[in-house]
């Protein structure tokens, strides 16, 4: 699949939504787990709306999880995630999550690393599949077994080309994320 391509056709909202779930099955097991699509939170400094956020308790404190969603044509640059770490210093929260279609350039890399900001590709579901059938991505949807997502999410890694699998079916990863 060349590059240029989305994963999946979402709108907006869709992808948001598909986000959400994955953070909510990810979330099932945790105290007072809530989830918002975009809330808006009022900090000192001004209001901002958050693609999703999400609430629960650990260790007796109160938990805020930011998490933006980017679709964009281009990989996501170091100054977006500043953004995020500027906002979730502003509001208050404990982490925050970036998930991008196209991926992440070097320097957001980086900075997410030395900042604690999780990274989530987003990908074709059939991305999934590769390491058991290669021929996958190229099959057309219909010819692809019904137990394969039609979207996902790669957790990037501490390590240079170290990915885990993020579904709503795989949470594992990322309620570890959540969690810290």
Same mark, same amino acid.
């Given at each position: 699949?060349?590059?240029?391509?989305?994963?999946?056709?979402?709108?907006?909202?869709? $992808?948001?939504?598909?986000?959400?779930?994955?953070?909510?099955?990810?979330?099932?097991?945790?105290?007072? $787990?809530?989830?918002?699509? /975009?809330?808006? !939170?009022?900090?000192?400094?001004?209001?901002?709306?958050?693609?999703? =956020?999400?609430?629960?308790?650990?260790?007796?404190?109160?938990? *805020?999880? *930011?998490?933006?969603?980017?679709?964009?044509?281009?990989?996501?640059?170091?100054?977006?995630?500043?953004?995020?770490?500027?906002?979730?210093?502003?509001?208050?929260?404990?982490?925050? !999550?970036?998930?991008?279609?196209?991926?992440?350039?070097?320097?957001?890399? =980086?900075?997410? %690393?030395?900042?604690?900001?999780?990274?989530? /590709?987003?990908?074709?579901? %059939?991305?999934?599949? *590769? =390491? %058991?059938?290669?021929?996958?991505?190229?099959?057309?949807?219909?010819?692809?077994?019904? $137990?394969?997502? %039609? !979207?996902?999410?790669?957790?990037?890694?501490?390590?240079?080309?170290?990915?885990?699998?993020?579904?709503?079916?795989?949470?594992? $990863? *990322?309620?570890?994320?959540? =969690?810290?």
């Amino acid at each position: 699949m060349p590059a240029t391509e989305p994963p999946v056709r979402l709108t907006p909202e869709e $992808y948001e939504l598909h986000v959400k779930s994955w953070l909510d099955a990810a979330g099932a097991g945790l105290l007072e $787990y809530c989830s918002s699509h /975009r809330e808006v !939170i009022v900090a000192t400094d001004g209001r901002y709306e958050f693609d999703i =956020t999400c609430r629960f308790c650990a260790l007796g404190a109160d938990f *805020l999880v *930011l998490v933006e969603c980017k679709n964009s044509k281009n990989k996501v640059k170091r100054e977006q995630v500043q953004v995020l770490m500027a906002k979730l210093q502003s509001v208050g929260a404990q982490k925050a !999550i970036l998930c991008a279609t196209r991926g992440f350039q070097a320097g957001a890399l =980086t900075f997410a %690393r030395q900042h604690g900001i999780a990274l989530v /590709r987003v990908a074709d579901g %059939r991305s999934s599949w *590769l =390491t %058991r059938d290669a021929s996958c991505m190229t099959r057309p949807w219909s010819q692809v077994p019904d $137990y394969i997502p %039609r !979207i996902v999410g790669w957790l990037i890694g501490e390590t240079l080309g170290h990915e885990s699998l993020v579904s709503e079916q795989h949470g594992e $990863y *990322l309620k570890k994320t959540l =969690t810290f």
